[in-house]
């Protein structure tokens, strides 16, 4: 099995860490993340400056850009091999509801999905690591269970052009230890109220500097969605998809311009 690991929080994240010590006896697990923190860079590519790529603790490689250059760097020159699953995480904090169309975790995962291979972004519900090697056996665990049933196997390269399914999904782990953690629900994404005000600050030399306010609170957290999985001590597992099309609303649209169209 070939492996790539990549985050948005930095290469020396305990999030990293902590999945790579659960993975790398899986197979081959490569580790290309980000040099620094690129928590909300979504899907971003580094188009105006170079990237760098550098050798860090334990042999992860690490980039001076996004967490998408990275997945994207590795699969378009960096590896020598494509990677038969794509993890992306343990992310600092949940990335649930809105939360995906900024998160880079998931952006990083998204590359790989984009690119043709089976891709996971694993976070954790609230920030500060509690219980974050629970998290990574948990990630473990799920992916075991996917080899299992023929989701994710190893392809020659020639293979995976013609036989490899890609997918894309968004995990969202409770922090609790192993004896509270209940089972894996699939579940649609819920959705967040607007964020909190910006917050304006004085700097030293008299100007103003704005702080982008808090995610808000879960507006839609009924049953069947990641917020009410996880609230009740299950983790979230949501399908993802790429394409943005509003179906329900072409016919109206096109109603309302065939005119001009």
């Known amino acids: 099995m070939n492996i790539l690991i990549s985050n948005d929080d930095g290469y020396r994240a305990?999030?990293?860490?902590?999945?790579?010590e659960a993975f790398k006896n899986l197979g081959h697990v490569e580790v290309v993340a980000p040099e620094l923190n690129n928590s909300a860079k979504s899907n971003a590519l580094t188009l105006n400056s170079p990237l760098y790529v550098h050798l860090g603790e334990r042999g992860f490689r690490y980039v001076n850009g996004t967490p998408a250059d990275c997945v994207h760097i590795a699969l378009t020159g960096l590896l020598d091999f494509r990677p038969d699953l794509i993890i992306s995480g343990i992310n600092n904090g949940a990335n649930m509801g809105d939360d995906t169309i900024y998160s880079g975790t998931v952006g990083a995962a998204m590359e790989g999905y984009l690119m043709g291979i089976p891709s996971i972004a694993f976070s954790q519900v609230d920030k500060g690591w509690e219980h974050v090697d629970v998290a990574a056996q948990r990630a473990r665990s799920l992916v075991n269970a996917f080899i299992k049933k023929g989701l994710v196997r190893h392809f020659s390269a020639d293979q995976a052009r013609t036989e490899q399914q890609p997918w894309l999904l968004n995990v969202n782990i409770p922090n609790l230890p192993m004896a509270e953690q209940k089972g894996f629900k699939i579940c649609r994404l819920g959705r967040r109220h607007p964020a909190e005000?910006?917050?304006?600050?004085?700097?030293p030399r008299g100007e103003t500097m704005y702080w982008i306010g808090a995610a808000g609170p879960a507006k839609d957290e009924s049953e069947g969605t990641d917020f009410f999985a996880t609230r009740h001590g299950f983790t979230s597992v949501t399908p993802i998809q790429i394409?943005?099309?509003?179906?329900?609303a072409m016919a109206p649209w096109?109603?309302?311009f065939i005119d001009v169209l």
């Open 243 to 248: 394409d943005l099309t509003d179906y329900t």
């Open 254 to 256: 096109t109603e309302n």
């Open 197 to 203: 005000k910006v917050i304006a600050q004085i700097n």
């Open 14 to 20: 305990p999030g990293i860490v902590a999945l790579y």
